[in-house]
């Protein structure tokens, strides 16, 4: 569980680069941008705090 909560910060940028590659060649939407920066912060923001504070 631990290696999984280490790598979710990872996992939720990764979901953020998916929604712009959403925005490039599928749908040319605001609402995409706003979701990917959403997730890209949350997402960095996640994987310092966890890995600063999980230790193994």
Do not use: H, P, R, W
């Not at 999984?4 to 940028?13: E, P, Q, Y």
């Not at 997402?43 to 504070?53: A, E, F, R, S, V």
């Amino acid at each position: 569980m631990k290696t999984f909560l280490k790598n979710l910060g990872a996992i939720i940028v990764l979901l953020g680069v998916g929604c712009l590659a959403c925005y490039q060649f599928i749908a040319q939407s605001n609402v995409l941008l706003f979701v990917s920066l959403i997730l890209e912060v949350v997402g960095i923001i996640t994987y310092i705090l966890l890995n600063k504070y999980l230790k193994d």
